[in-house]
């Protein structure tokens, strides 16, 4: 029965109808390539929306985990293993704080779940967030999320969360003003993805910095979807050269496979105590392997590569006519459209061999894997042309 059916066609009929019919059923890839199931190939802009940061197909990759699935693919976290422990060094080493300590989960979603616990460990109730930021959908995550579409049939979520205009300091000094005493932490993104890739005003990062420094707050950095070098930094929060409390991180971490990290230092470091938090499948060695092939390969000679490409991809965007502005940093590009054709475009995409992303009706989110070639992202500019040129 099942080889007579599309891919798309079962979805449909066997998973839970909260994202739609897939458009595309994708059966493999390489390098920054996919192939659908009708033997169909597509240049990737996406990576599983900034996930597959080695592309697909990455042998050493591939081979860490076999081999760790060969060895030790679960302890839980009663027992201590090397594949945790070294990920968990790196990262701290990436983050130059030799007191910092990492807590490993398995989602994005889950990293800013346990900073939201984290927070209320300090004894504080507010936490302030930016309007149309994004922070997962779990319900402590889904509170800091600052879209109301998405919470209010979930409501009532967890207390204490206020939002601030993303960019406006004067507005957020005010609000934590309103109860300094009682404000445990403020959250933000250096760059909104889901919102439509916009990056945070020069000078914004800092002053928030200054800002939690004066008061005593928690400053949580989360870098899920703009980590992992996909900016051409590492952490995108080092464009402005702050030390957040918190920063927590997933997506390219893994390169595909399922980690979030809760990254800790100075007056947070310490706030998890046993028993206070945990998960079961959280860092297990056969995601970790993965993470340490990523942290590895991400060198400064490769995140100046990325750099390069991302600032050729915008500037060879931004010569597209129907292209308004171009906007984000790296590999982690919004292209914002003169007309609300997002989403036609990503039709267009599949006719033509790409893979886009509308994350709003006028902006294209680009995010393909880190390891895209020059040729690659000339044929992908190609046909974006073409797309733009017959809606726009």
Wanted: hydrophobic share 40%.
């Amino acid at each position: 029965m099942h080889a007579q059916e599309t891919l798309t066609r079962r979805w449909s009929k066997t998973l839970a109808n909260t994202y739609g019919q897939p458009p595309l059923g994708l059966v493999s890839g390489q390098g920054a390539t996919l192939t659908g199931e009708d033997g169909k190939t597509y240049i990737d802009l996406l990576a599983g929306i900034a996930v597959n940061s080695l592309g697909y197909g990455n042998a050493e990759v591939a081979n860490a985990v076999a081999q760790q699935s060969h060895t030790l693919v679960h302890t839980s976290n009663l027992f201590a293993t090397q594949p945790v422990l070294d990920a968990g060094a790196k990262l701290i080493e990436r983050v130059g704080d030799s007191d910092a300590r990492v807590f490993f989960c398995n989602s994005g979603s889950e990293a800013n779940e346990a900073a939201f616990k984290l927070a209320r460990l300090t004894g504080r109730r507010r936490i302030l967030a930016a309007n149309h930021g994004f922070h997962g959908r779990t319900m402590g995550s889904l509170a800091m999320t600052g879209q109301p579409e998405k919470q209010d049939a979930f409501r009532p979520l967890p207390s204490g969360v206020e939002f601030y205009p993303y960019g406006n300091i004067d507005y957020l000094r005010q609000l934590v003003e309103q109860d300094a005493a009682d404000t445990a932490a403020i959250i933000f993104e250096p760059i909104q993805g889901e919102t439509g890739v916009i990056p945070a005003p020069a000078g914004f990062m800092q002053a928030i910095s200054d800002l939690c420094d004066e008061y005593g707050i928690l400053l949580i950095v989360d870098e899920i979807q703009s980590g992992a070098g996909r900016t051409g930094q590492f952490f995108a929060h080092e464009l402005e050269g702050i030390s957040p409390d918190v920063i927590t991180m997933a997506k390219g971490l893994g390169s595909g496979l399922p980690i979030g990290a809760t990254i800790t230092r100075g007056r947070a470091k310490d706030l998890f105590q046993p028993g206070s938090h945990g998960t079961t499948f959280g860092g297990n060695p056969v995601a970790c392997a993965a993470a340490n092939v990523v942290l590895d390969t991400l060198d400064e000679s490769f995140l100046r590569e990325v750099s390069t490409k991302g600032e050729y991809l915008a500037r060879e965007l931004n010569n597209i006519p129907g292209v308004r502005q171009v906007r984000g940093r790296g590999l982690m590009l919004g292209v914002v459209l003169s007309a609300p054709v997002a989403r036609q475009a990503v039709m267009g995409g599949f006719e033509l061999g790409i893979i886009l992303n509308a994350p709003s009706e006028n902006v294209l989110r680009l995010t393909p894997p880190l390891i895209i070639s020059q040729q690659e992202i000339d044929v992908a500019l190609e046909k974006l042309r073409t797309i733009v040129k017959e809606l726009v």
